[in-house]
């Protein structure tokens, strides 16, 4: 699952065992960022997590680049103008910053 690959990068970032606090930018093409704060926070009790969540948005050879929903993949989503494949330009952040 997205999510869990998403909360071992977390972990693997980690330079104590139980920061006291947590400020992650989660992108949304890691994944449905709950899911993610839910097992995140079950692996870290006593942590105060804040996540902010990064829409994602795409670039198209057609010109298009804006906003899409939800994807499957990391690195691709459907342009929704043409319906080709569009490199996602924002989304895919996951960027951990611990105190
Ligand atoms: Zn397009």
């Given at each position: 699952?997205?999510?869990e690959a998403?909360?071992?990068f977390v972990m693997h970032?980690?330079?104590?065992?139980?920061p006291a606090k947590l400020?992650?930018?989660f992108g949304a093409a890691r994944g449905d960022v709950r899911k993610f704060e839910r097992i995140l926070s079950r692996k870290l009790p006593g942590t105060k997590?804040?996540?902010e969540c990064v829409p994602i948005e795409v670039a198209c050879?057609?010109?298009?680049?804006g906003g899409?929903?939800?994807t499957e993949s990391m690195n691709f989503?459907?342009?929704?103008?043409c319906g080709r494949l569009a490199w996602i330009v924002k989304g895919n952040e996951l960027i951990v910053h611990q105190f």
């Open positions: 699952m997205k999510e998403a909360v071992e970032k980690l330079v104590r065992q139980k400020k992650i930018r997590i804040e996540i050879r057609c010109g298009f680049s899409v929903g939800l989503a459907r342009c929704p103008r």
